[in-house]
Every structure is written in C-alpha cells, then in structure tokens.
C-alpha cells in the first residue's frame, strides 16, 4: 500500500517537476536569456527526513563558489490511522561545509562531507495552529505552535557528474536532522535517548 | 582517532535502526498491539471480573499527567506492579507533552507493562496536532463508560480550548446526561474521570456549572477524578458536598490508592515511590 503510494508520488512529483521546468525554460529561453536566476539548479527528492514519507522539491546554489544553497520541498504523509493526510512545506538554508573530495580521477564521482544549515517547516493542516491569532489559550500556555518547526541539519553527499547538457550531475545525500521540539523532549527526559532525537532521511539532487 | 570512531559507530547505528528514518513526527502510524488499548483492557477485565464476581472492596491506581516523565512513569508502574490488590489503574491524562508519534508509541509501551487492567483519559496535550486521531488509534474513544463490581465508571474528553479549535464541544454534556440516564441496573455508583477537571478555567466557565449541577442531580455520582493541576487537590468546589480529587503528576513520584466499597463509600491513600 505505501510503497503504491509511493510510487504515485514519485511519479507525479517528477512529472510535474519536469513540466515546471519545461515551461520556465520555454518562457525564459524565448526571452532569450540563456538561464534565468529563477530557473532552480536542481531539483529535489527525499525519502523520509522528518517532512513526510516522500518530499520533492527545488533548490539554488548561490554565493562564493555556489556554496550557500536554497531549498523548497513539499512533504506529504500519508493518513495511515487517521482521517486525513498531512501536507508540509519547508525551507531549507544549507552551507557546504567541506567541499569536493575528488573519489574518482576524472571527477565523475566526488564526495562532499558536510553541509548543514536551518530548516523552517509549515503543516498546512487544520489540526494544527501556526498563524492563528484566535486561540483560547492562557498566553505562553503551549509555548510553540504546533505547524511551525525549526530544524538543523546535517547532510553528507555523493556527487556523480556527467557530460549530458541536459542533467549534469546526479548527488545522493545521507542527511540528519534535530527538530526543536525533540531537543526540548531530550533536556526533559533521559528516556528520550540521542537515538530518538536525531531523525534521517535521503534523497537525490538532479542538477540542470 | 577515538572520537572519529564513537562517531563511525554513532552513525552505524543510526542507520540501522528504523525509526530513525522519520516521516513525520505527527504520523498516525501504530503496529497493531499498540492499537485499540481501551477495548483490549475491558476484554481483559470483563475476564477478571467473571472468575470473582462479587468482590466488595476494589482498588485503583490513579495516576496522570505523564508528559515528559516517561523514567517516573515507568517507576511508578513498577511500583504499582508489585502491588497484586490492585485491580485497575487509571491514567488521567496528558500521557504526551506534543502529541508526537515517538511519545504515544513510548507511553503506550511503558503502560503496556501494566499487570491490571489500565484506562485512560484524553488530556489537554494529547490532543495537539494529530493527537486526537493518535489517541484514538492507540487507545480508542474519548468518552466512554463501563461497569465492573457494581460500580460505573465514565471517562470522558473536558479538553475544552482545543475543542473550541475545532468547533466542537468538550466535555459533551449530552452524553453525561445520557450516561447518567442509565437506571442502575449491575450497578449501584458512579464515578467521574477526565483530564481537565472543574477546578479549571481551561474547563469552561458555563461548563463548570452545568457540570457541577448535572453530578448533584444523581447521588449515585460519588467522586469526580481529575489530573492537570499538577498537585494533589481533594475537596468541594461549591459548598454543596461533592467532592472532587485530583491527583499530582507523575514527575512528582506519586499516585492516588482510591480504595471503593460496594456501598460506594470509598477512601483514598497518596502512595509516594
């Protein structure tokens, strides 16, 4: 059943993923601009990771050697045991650590360490309470709101190059994430052990 | 070298075990023995009951307020465990601080281990976010009665606020009064459970009353049992009478030995472990 879910997901993530992009290059391309600074870099698929069984995405890489990267994704978890689904979106705001480690000679396969950086994620769900102003709550009785999160993060990846002009490279990504609201389980409770607070996901950058 | 190699191992192990892969700390996700606790108790206690019928005086364990203690919760059971008279345990709820997946799976578990048959109420944080549907997956409805030894005991939602968020109505006075309604058929008492308790603002100003009024008008109604005060408290609310009893939280190492009667008379010790 997931894995059917799954695979719809997947496939109409990277549809529509590929249709956005068709259309942006058509549009900035008649304009001839060769890419536009609003094109994405690279799009995004995660399995896991905290924001939903499988999230898609884009991101840019700017600044000093493109080392500051800007990411979107949209999450999606399925209902399971309850009524509905849930939706989230996050951004992401990752810096490369330690970059390139050449693996192969032709530099077809190289590895970055580290990148970490912030994440800010939204449940669009009305179960939750994010921007509400209406609440009937004693003030600072819930000290946070319960669709908003932070997160850091920790990725480690693997970056395969290729010559095509259509996708040029293809990198794997190992990322770890702490949420605000499992560090503030973890000070409280030494049953919550670091095992619980730290939460994986993976997932693929195709860049353009 | 060392520190690269705790590292190495830390991320190992990471990998392998599952959980640690998230979807979503909200997920409505339950394996099946973690599912429908409240029904599998009452099955367990309707069996308890018919090997001794006609037991006089039983015991209950009362404890509440959980969230964010699972060390003393899991003392606490063990301390409750060791003692064989007791023939049920309450929980009166926040069992979860956010209502998290991790939290109801690791609560459930803990209570689990319970020797007697255990039942819950639905409190205030565990119905943040997805906590209502994880509670119902997990334990079942959040209000609901039963009868053992010739007393009713009716557990019911008083999460007034977070309803109010949902534009519905907790607690639902309809089906107190319908609870209520019932003739004494196998039983003789009746006592009130729920999280947030009249004590509270959090109950509802009208609600108060109402609820104060509905207990008064059945004098089978002997006790009304609450948690979320965070402190022991036994008394009257209105000079009528009709007391109510809340017990303290679970960080604090105690719980509540309520002893009943068949008469209804009952009596309570606070147990500290």
């Known amino acids: 059943m997931e894995i059917m879910i799954l695979r719809e997901f997947f496939i109409r993530g990277v549809m529509s993923l590929i249709l956005v992009l068709m259309v942006l290059n058509g549009v900035f391309g008649q304009v001839n601009i060769s890419r536009s600074k609003l094109v994405p870099d690279y799009a995004i698929m995660q399995y896991a990771g905290s924001l939903g069984v499988a999230s898609i995405g884009f991101g840019y890489s700017v600044g000093k050697n493109d080392h500051t990267h800007l990411e979107l994704l949209y999450g999606y978890t399925p209902k399971y045991e309850s009524d509905s689904r849930m939706s989230s979106i996050t951004i992401k705001a990752l810096k490369t650590i330690f970059s390139d480690i050449p693996i192969s000679r032709n530099n077809q396969l190289s590895w970055i360490p580290l990148k970490s950086g912030l994440g800010l994620s939204y449940i669009a769900d009305n179960r939750f309470f994010s921007f509400r102003t209406d609440l009937p709550y004693a003030p600072g009785y819930y000290w946070h709101r319960t669709g908003l999160r932070s997160m850091l993060y920790f990725q480690t990846e693997l970056v395969t190059s290729f010559e095509s002009k259509v996708i040029s490279q293809v990198s794997y990504y190992l990322e770890a994430n702490i949420q605000d609201i499992y560090m503030t389980l973890k000070f409280a409770d030494s049953n919550f052990t670091v095992y619980d607070m730290v939460k994986l996901g993976m997932g693929v950058r195709i860049k353009f | ?273």
């Open chain 2, 1 to 273: 070298m060392k520190l690269n190699l705790k590292i190495l191992l830390f991320g190992v192990t990471l990998l392998f075990n599952c959980d640690a892969f998230e979807t979503n700390p909200y997920v409505v996700n339950f394996d099946e023995n973690e599912m429908d606790l409240t029904q599998k108790q009452l099955d367990k206690l309707q069996k308890i009951i018919s090997l001794n019928p006609d037991k006089q005086v039983i015991k209950i364990a009362f404890i509440s307020d959980s969230q964010r203690a699972l060390d003393e919760f899991e003392d606490g059971i063990d301390h409750i465990n060791q003692n064989n008279d007791i023939d049920m345990v309450f929980h009166g709820g926040d069992i979860t601080d956010y209502s998290l997946n991790i939290e109801y799976k690791k609560m459930g578990e803990a209570m689990r281990r319970l020797k007697a048959p255990y039942f819950t109420a639905f409190g205030n944080h565990d119905a943040l976010a997805t906590g209502e549907a994880s509670y119902k997956a997990m334990f079942g409805a959040l209000d609901y009665s039963f009868k053992a030894w010739g007393h009713k005991f009716i557990f019911f939602n008083a999460n007034h606020e977070e309803f109010i968020l949902r534009g519905e109505k907790a607690p639902d006075l309809d089906f107190l009064s319908r609870q209520l309604a019932e003739p004494s058929d196998n039983f003789e008492n009746i006592f009130m459970i729920s999280h947030m308790g009249p004590f509270h603002r959090e109950f509802g100003d009208e609600n108060r009353k109402s609820y104060h009024q509905l207990l008064l008008s059945d004098d089978r109604v002997k006790l009304s049992m609450h948690g979320h005060g965070h402190g022991h408290k036994f008394g009257e609310l209105y000079s009528t009478g009709f007391n109510y009893l809340q017990v303290d939280d679970t960080a604090s190492e105690n719980y509540i030995l309520l002893t009943l009667q068949s008469n209804g008379n009952y009596d309570f010790e606070r147990v500290f472990y």
